[in-house]
C-alpha cells in the first residue's frame, strides 16, 4: 500500500513537472505574432501595465459618488439630467434643464449621442445616482492604459507597451478628468480599441480582433464628432495599404479579408453618419449645430504662435514642459522606425496625433475655454513615450558597435530594460507633476487656475434641504446674482429652474414657488425687499424662500461642517467638509437685528467661531463691555494668524483663520466702521515662486478668490464685527494671498493707515 501510494505521488509530480515545463517553455515561446520577448519581459510588462491601471482606477475612483461642483465636471452632471429624462419622457434625444414634459423643451444635439445613451442603459441597470453617472468615465480611464498597453506589446514589446501605460496615467490632463464623463474618454478608449485591433487582426488573422475594432469604431464615431476625422484617416489608411501600397513598402498582407474588414467599416461609419444627420434634421437642431461649430471654429485668423502664447499655462498644467519635450522628440523616432520597418503600428500613432491637431486648432474657441480641450493629445504622448523606449534600444546595438565597451556590451544584451529606464526616468517626473495636480483638479471642478471659481457644493446642500419639503415639480426660481450650472438640474431633480428671477411679491410664485438668493450678490434694496414681502430661511448667504408663504420674520439657519471619515474621504471625493443644515439662533439674531426685525438673544455658549463673532456683537449691542471683551478675546485666541492692519474708516483687521482640511480657506474677521457704499474685501492670489522639480507652468496671473461679504458693508455698524470666507485653492508653486478693500459700485472705499494698500495674509506652498 505504502509502495503504491510512493508510486502515484510520483507520477502525479511528474505529471505536474511535465506541465509546468510545458507552460514555461510556451511563455518563453509567447505568441509567434508579436514581437518576441522573453518570460521576464512578459511578466515586467504586464505587471506594470496592471498597476498603471490600478493608479488610474484608484484615482478615478476617488470622489465617485461626490456632488458635482461647479466647473467643467458639470457637465457630467447634464448627462445624467438627460438620460433620466429620456426614460420619464420615452424618448431618444437629450434634454439637459428639468422639463416638465418634452414638448417644446430644448434638445441638446451638438454631439453625437453615444455618451447620452450609455448612461441611460446604466440607469436602467443600477439605478439613478451620482457614482452611476460617473461609472462610464471610471470604466474608460481603467481600461485605456491597458489597451495602449497591449498597442505598445503589439508594435515593440511588452516594456515598451508597459511604459506606453505608465506615461498615460501620469499627465494631469489623464489624473485629473479620469472620472470626467464626457466626449473625450469614450473616444480615446474606442480609438486605442479599434487601433489594437487592427494590428492584432493584422498580425493573427482572427476575426474576433476584426470584431473588437469595429466596436471601437462604431462607438467612437457615436461620442463625438471629431472621431470622423480620425475615422477618415483610419479607413483611407486601411484602403492604401491594402489595395495600393506594394508589399515591398508596407508587408504582406491578405487582400480579401482587408477588403471585407474594410468594407464593413466603411458601412459602419455611412449608417452612423445617417443615423446622426436624420436626427439632426427631424428635431430641426441642422441649424443650431452649424452655428455652434461656427462659433467653436471663430478666431481661427489669429496667428498660431500668438495663440499658443496666451494658452501657455493651460497647455503646460495639462502637459507638464518634460512630456511636452518627449511627445516632440518622439514624433522623428515614429516617422524613422515607420521608415525604417515598413510597418501600420507607428503610422496609427500619428493618426492620433492628426486628431488631436485637428480638435485643438481647428475649434479655437473651444480650446480657448476648455482647458481639457487638448486631452486627444495623451494616447499620442503615451504611444510616443513607447516609440522613444523602442527607439533608445534598437539604438544600443548600433552603439556597442562605434563605442566598444563593457557597459555598451551589457546593454546590449539588456537593452530593453536600460532603455526603459533612459526613457523611464523623465517618465517618473511627469508622474509627479501629475500626481501633484489631482487634488487641484477635483477641487475646482476641472477648471485648475480659474478665478473666483467655488464649487458651489455648500450652495447645493442647502437648497436640496430646503426644496425637500415641497413637492418633487415645484419649481425653484434663481436671482441673477445665482449662476445655476447643470449639475443644478441633477442634484435638485426633478425640480425645474428658472433663472434671472428678482425676489418678486407673492404673485411671483406663479412663475416659480420656491426661490433662491444670495445675499453676496444682490443689492440692498433686494434684501430689504425679501425679508419685508417673505419668510426667509438663511443659511449663511443662501436665502431660501416659500413664496406662497405669508411673511414672517426670518429663521437662521448655518452649516454643521465635519471633516470627512476615511471612507468619506474616498468616496466622496475629500475636498470638501460633510455638512448638514441645522438651526442657528446666533444667525437669526444677526440678520433679524440688521433687518429691524424682532431678535430674541441665543442662550447657551457659543461653539464656533462664527456664533463667538455673533456673541461678541450682541455684547457690544447690550452694551456689555465685559462680555464684548471677553468674546473679542476668545476670538482672537482662536485665529492661527496673527496679522492685523487698519483703515481710515475704523474698520480694523483682527486676523485670520487659515483652515487646512477638506476644504481650504481664508477666514477674515474684521472690526466695523463707516462705509460710503458697497465694498468687498478682495483676497488676491499670486505664485511668486514656481515649483521645486518640477516642468508644470508658473501661473503667474493674480487672480480674486474672495466673494463680496454675506452681510453688505452698507449695513455694517461700528464696534461690530462681521467675517468674510474665501476657500482657495491652491496652484502649483509657493502661493501668496494677500488683501484689500475694492468698490463694488463705483464709491471709494477704505484706504490702509500705516502701511502698503494691501495686507500679506498668507503664504502657502513651494515644493508643489
Known amino acids: 500500500m505504502l509502495l503504491e501510494r510512493g508510486d502515484r505521488a510520483l507520477g502525479v509530480n511528474g505529471v505536474l513537472a511535465g506541465l509546468s515545463n510545458r507552460a514555461r517553455l510556451a511563455w518563453r515561446r509567447g505568441d509567434p505574432s508579436l514581437p518576441s520577448a522573453n518570460a521576464v519581459d512578459e511578466t515586467w510588462g504586464l505587471g506594470l501595465a496592471s498597476a498603471a491601471a490600478f493608479w488610474m482606477l484608484l484615482v478615478a475612483t476617488w470622489g465617485i459618488a461626490g456632488t458635482f461642483p461647479d466647473g467643467h465636471f458639470a457637465a457630467t452632471a447634464g448627462l445624467g439630467t438627460a438620460a433620466r429624462q429620456m426614460w420619464q419622457f420615452h424618448t431618444v434625444y437629450p434634454i439637459l434643464t428639468n422639463a416638465v414634459d418634452s414638448t417644446g423643451a430644448p434638445l441638446y444635439m451638438h454631439h453625437p449621442l453615444g455618451v447620452f445613451w450609455s448612461t441611460a442603459l446604466l440607469f436602467r441597470i443600477f439605478g439613478q445616482a451620482n457614482w452611476v453617472v460617473r461609472l462610464p468615465a471610471v470604466v474608460y480611464s481603467t481600461l485605456t492604459p491597458f489597451l495602449l498597453y497591449r498597442i505598445g506589446r503589439s508594435i515593440w514589446g511588452p516594456i515598451e507597451g508597459a511604459l506606453t501605460a505608465i506615461a498615460y496615467v501620469s499627465l494631469p490632463i489623464t489624473l485629473g478628468f479620469s472620472n470626467f464623463h464626457a466626449l473625450e474618454g469614450p473616444v480615446i478608449f474606442s480609438v486605442a480599441l479599434t487601433i489594437w485591433g487592427y494590428l492584432r487582426y493584422l498580425q493573427t488573422w482572427r476575426g474576433r480582433y476584426a470584431i473588437a475594432a469595429g466596436i471601437g469604431f462604431v462607438w467612437a464615431l457615436n461620442n463625438d464628432w471629431i472621431a470622423y476625422v480620425w475615422g477618415g484617416i483610419f479607413l483611407a489608411w486601411v484602403f492604401l495599404r491594402g489595395f495600393v501600397l506594394s508589399a515591398s513598402l508596407v508587408g504582406e498582407t491578405r487582400a480579401r479579408p482587408l477588403a471585407r474588414f474594410w468594407g464593413l467599416l466603411c458601412g459602419a461609419a455611412?449608417?452612423?453618419?445617417?443615423?446622426?444627420?436624420?436626427?439632426?434634421?427631424?428635431?430641426?437642431?441642422?441649424?443650431?449645430?452649424?452655428?455652434?461649430?461656427?462659433?467653436?471654429?471663430?478666431?481661427?485668423?489669429?496667428?498660431?504662435?500668438?495663440?499658443?502664447?496666451?494658452?501657455?499655462?493651460?497647455?503646460?498644467?495639462?502637459?507638464?514642459?518634460?512630456?511636452?519635450?518627449?511627445?516632440?522628440?518622439?514624433?522623428?523616432?515614429?516617422?524613422?522606425?515607420?521608415?525604417?520597418?515598413?510597418?501600420?503600428?507607428?503610422l496609427l500613432v500619428l493618426s492620433i496625433l492628426v486628431m488631436a491637431l485637428w480638435q485643438y486648432l481647428h475649434f479655437k474657441e473651444g480650446a480657448d475655454v476648455h482647458i481639457f480641450w487638448p486631452q486627444y493629445f495623451a494616447p499620442y504622448f503615451a504611444l510616443g513615450v513607447g516609440a522613444l523606449c523602442a527607439g533608445v534600444r534598437e539604438f544600443l546595438p548600433w552603439l556597442a558597435w562605434h563605442w566598444p565597451c563593457r557597459l555598451t556590451r551589457l546593454a546590449a544584451s539588456r537593452r530593453a530594460l536600460i532603455a526603459a529606464?533612459?526613457?523611464?526616468?523623465?517618465?517618473?517626473?511627469?508622474f509627479k507633476d501629475g500626481a501633484s495636480m489631482i487634488r487641484l483638479a477635483r477641487e475646482t471642478g476641472g477648471r485648475f487656475n480659474s478665478p473666483m471659481l467655488q464649487s458651489d457644493i455648500d450652495k447645493v446642500v442647502a437648497v436640496k434641504w430646503f426644496v425637500s419639503r415641497f413637492p418633487e415639480r415645484e419649481s425653484i426660481a434663481m436671482h441673477p446674482g445665482v449662476a445655476a450650472h447643470w449639475g443644478w438640474h441633477w442634484e435638485l431633480r426633478p425640480h425645474p429652474i428658472v433663472r434671472q428671477q428678482p425676489p418678486g411679491n407673492a404673485a411671483s410664485a406663479g412663475i416659480a414657488r420656491l426661490y433662491l438668493m444670495d445675499t453676496r450678490y444682490a443689492s440692498?434694496?433686494?434684501?430689504?425687499?425679501?425679508?419685508?414681502?417673505?419668510?426667509?430661511?438663511?443659511?449663511?448667504?443662501?436665502?431660501?424662500?416659500?413664496?406662497?408663504?405669508p411673511a414672517a420674520p426670518l429663521d437662521g439657519f448655518s452649516f454643521d461642517e465635519r471633516e470627512p471619515s476615511v471612507?468619506?474621504?474616498?468616496?466622496?471625493?475629500?475636498?470638501?467638509?460633510?455638512?448638514?443644515?441645522?438651526?442657528?439662533?446666533?444667525?437669526?439674531?444677526?440678520?433679524?437685528?440688521?433687518?429691524?426685525?424682532?431678535?430674541?438673544?441665543?442662550?447657551?455658549t457659543p461653539q464656533t467661531l462664527e456664533q463667538v463673532r455673533v456673541a461678541h456683537n450682541i455684547s457690544v449691542t447690550l452694551k456689555d463691555g465685559a462680555g464684548a471683551a471677553r468674546w473679542l478675546g476668545e476670538l482672537q485666541r482662536r485665529l492661527n494668524v496673527r496679522v492685523t492692519a487698519h483703515y481710515d474708516?475704523?474698520?480694523?483687521?483682527?486676523?485670520?483663520?487659515?483652515?487646512?482640511?477638506?476644504?481650504?480657506?481664508?477666514?477674515?474677521?474684521?472690526?466695523?466702521?463707516?462705509?460710503?457704499?458697497?465694498?468687498?474685501?478682495?483676497?488676491?492670489?499670486?505664485?511668486?515662486?514656481?515649483?521645486?522639480?518640477?516642468?508644470?507652468?508658473?501661473?503667474?496671473?493674480?487672480?480674486?478668490?474672495?466673494?463680496?461679504?454675506?452681510?453688505?458693508?452698507?449695513?455694517?455698524?461700528?464696534?461690530?464685527?462681521y467675517s468674510v470666507k474665501a476657500p482657495y485653492r491652491k496652484r502649483p508653486g509657493r502661493e501668496r494671498f494677500f488683501g484689500r478693500f475694492t468698490p463694488l459700485d463705483g464709491k471709494p472705499c477704505p484706504a490702509r493707515v500705516g502701511g502698503p494698500r494691501t495686507v500679506d495674509l498668507v503664504t502657502v506652498g513651494g515644493w508643489f
Open 270 to 346: 455611412v449608417l452612423s453618419a445617417v443615423l446622426a444627420i436624420y436626427m439632426l434634421v427631424s428635431t430641426e437642431r441642422l441649424p443650431d449645430l452649424l452655428g455652434a461649430y461656427s462659433f467653436r471654429v471663430s478666431g481661427n485668423s489669429i496667428p498660431l504662435a500668438q495663440v499658443l502664447r496666451t494658452r501657455h499655462v493651460w497647455i503646460e498644467l495639462m502637459f507638464p514642459g518634460l512630456a511636452i519635450l518627449l511627445g516632440k522628440v518622439a514624433l522623428p523616432v515614429i516617422l524613422a522606425q515607420a521608415v525604417r520597418r515598413r510597418r501600420d503600428g507607428e
Open 421 to 430: 529606464l533612459v526613457v523611464g526616468l523623465p517618465v517618473a517626473a511627469v
Open 524 to 549: 440692498l434694496e433686494e434684501i430689504k425687499q425679501a425679508a419685508a414681502t417673505f419668510h426667509v430661511f438663511a443659511v449663511g448667504p443662501y436665502w431660501l424662500i416659500d413664496r406662497r408663504a
Open 567 to 604: 471612507w468619506a474621504w474616498y468616496w466622496q471625493g475629500g475636498t470638501e467638509p460633510l455638512r448638514t443644515v441645522r438651526p442657528d439662533p446666533w444667525v437669526t439674531w444677526e440678520w433679524r437685528t440688521l433687518l429691524h426685525q424682532a431678535a430674541p438673544v441665543p442662550t447657551g
Open 649 to 721: 474708516n475704523g474698520v480694523e483687521l483682527l486676523g485670520v483663520d487659515h483652515h487646512r482640511g477638506a476644504e481650504r480657506s481664508l477666514n477674515l474677521y474684521l472690526l466695523g466702521g463707516a462705509f460710503r457704499g458697497h465694498a468687498k474685501f478682495s483676497i488676491s492670489a499670486h505664485v511668486d515662486r514656481p515649483p521645486r522639480l518640477s516642468t508644470l507652468a508658473f501661473d503667474e496671473a493674480e487672480i480674486e478668490i474672495a466673494h463680496p461679504p454675506a452681510v453688505p458693508t452698507e449695513l455694517w455698524q461700528a464696534g461690530l464685527i
